[in-house]
């Protein structure tokens, strides 16, 4: 295969790499184009492990792009969540990276560092060698070593202790979809953790929480005097966002945001709610995830 043909294979492997150090679509689509172009520069023949070669030359710019990121969010209006995703039925059969790209794993990434969170992705996800992800980070294969198990330690802390099944999810979201669409509580009041939080994002742009919502009766409070409530036609839809279940909303017939959950032993812990428009474009349709 010729440069083209080597980077279109890959293309959508170095996507979901760009996607999982960054959160953001929208910069992962950059990160590909800029990893294009210093790609075509590159002498074929010197090249040993394509693959190898290609993911470093995107993590590099992507942790490039990730510092910028975290300067925008300093001035982001509430919440920041990540951009979300409608995946296609197969993400979800791969349930490691089912789990890696969810809403509530992502947020998790958030609090890491760039090169913790790079070395942990590249190591944990794409189960790249330590003297590949030495070349891709700018570190010594030891130090690498060092990096990689304080990101594992810091996300085993924080994950959740059971992602729950697929119909757990389901159920848990045809609760919400119950609570928007009837105020009906009480299915959604049995299946919330005490501690829940829920977090919204709008980016300044649409009406959003601006804080975290925290406990049960609270968030249950929040759908009842209507999280999305309007004067307007609504329909809320059970899709895979991220590789697991979510729900889209649609006000009018236009896209509005879409919801995911964070289900640890059989209760929601985590509800997010996107609504910045910007991070709406990828639910028109699949995005193609690769590991």
């Given at each position: 295969?010729?440069?083209?043909?080597?980077?279109?294979a890959?293309?959508?492997?170095?996507?979901?790499?760009?996607?999982?150090?960054?959160?953001?679509?929208?910069?992962?689509?950059?990160?590909?184009q800029?990893?294009?172009?210093?790609?075509?520069?590159v002498?074929?023949?010197?090249?040993?492990?394509?693959?190898?070669?290609?993911?470093?030359?995107?993590?590099r710019?992507?942790?490039k792009?990730?510092?910028?990121?975290?300067?925008?969010?300093?001035?982001?209006?509430?919440?920041?969540?990540?951009?979300?995703?409608?995946?296609?039925?197969?993400?979800?059969?791969?349930?490691?990276?089912?789990?890696?790209?969810?809403?509530?794993?992502?947020?998790?990434?958030?609090?890491?560092?760039?090169?913790?969170?790079?070395?942990?992705?590249?190591?944990?996800?794409?189960?790249l060698?330590?003297?590949?992800?030495?070349?891709?980070?700018?570190?010594?294969?030891?130090?690498v070593?060092?990096?990689?198990?304080?990101?594992?330690?810091?996300?085993?802390?924080?994950?959740?202790?059971?992602?729950?099944?697929?119909?757990?999810?389901?159920?848990?979201?045809?609760?919400?979809?119950?609570?928007?669409?009837?105020?009906?509580?009480?299915?959604?009041?049995?299946?919330?953790?005490?501690?829940?939080?829920?977090?919204?994002?709008?980016?300044?742009?649409?009406?959003?929480?601006?804080?975290?919502?925290?406990?049960?009766?609270?968030?249950?409070?929040?759908?009842?005097?209507?999280?999305?409530?309007?004067?307007?036609?609504?329909?809320?839809?059970?899709?895979?966002?991220?590789?697991?279940?979510?729900?889209?909303v649609?006000?009018?017939?236009?896209?509005?945001?879409?919801?995911?959950?964070?289900?640890?032993?059989?209760?929601v812990?985590?509800?997010?709610?996107v609504?910045?428009?910007?991070?709406?474009?990828?639910?028109?349709?699949?995005?193609?995830?690769?590991?």
């Amino acid at each position: 295969m010729d440069g083209t043909e080597v980077f279109v294979a890959y293309r959508n492997l170095l996507f979901t790499v760009a996607y999982e150090i960054l959160g953001s679509a929208a910069d992962a689509e950059d990160v590909l184009q800029e990893s294009w172009l210093l790609w075509t520069g590159v002498d074929q023949s010197t090249v040993l492990n394509q693959r190898a070669y290609l993911i470093r030359i995107a993590t590099r710019q992507a942790l490039k792009r990730l510092r910028t990121l975290d300067r925008r969010k300093e001035t982001y209006v509430g919440p920041w969540l990540p951009e979300p995703l409608l995946t296609s039925p197969d993400v979800a059969e791969d349930v490691e990276l089912a789990e890696s790209v969810s809403l509530a794993m992502l947020l998790v990434l958030e609090t890491l560092g760039p090169t913790e969170r790079a070395v942990f992705v590249l190591r944990e996800v794409f189960e790249l060698e330590y003297d590949e992800i030495a070349e891709a980070v700018g570190k010594t294969q030891e130090a690498v070593r060092q990096i990689a198990h304080r990101a594992r330690t810091h996300v085993a802390a924080r994950r959740p202790r059971s992602t729950g099944s697929s119909d757990e999810h389901r159920a848990a979201l045809q609760a919400f979809q119950r609570a928007v669409e009837t105020g009906e509580l009480q299915s959604l009041l049995d299946i919330l953790a005490p501690d829940v939080v829920a977090l919204s994002d709008g980016g300044g742009v649409r009406h959003a929480l601006l804080r975290p919502i925290v406990g049960a009766d609270n968030v249950a409070r929040l759908l009842a005097v209507g999280w999305w409530k309007r004067d307007v036609e609504r329909s809320v839809e059970l899709v895979q966002i991220n590789g697991g279940p979510g729900l889209l909303v649609r006000v009018d017939g236009e896209i509005d945001g879409v919801v995911a959950v964070r289900v640890d032993n059989g209760r929601v812990t985590g509800a997010y709610h996107v609504r910045n428009p910007e991070k709406l474009s990828r639910l028109k349709q699949s995005t193609a995830l690769r590991r």
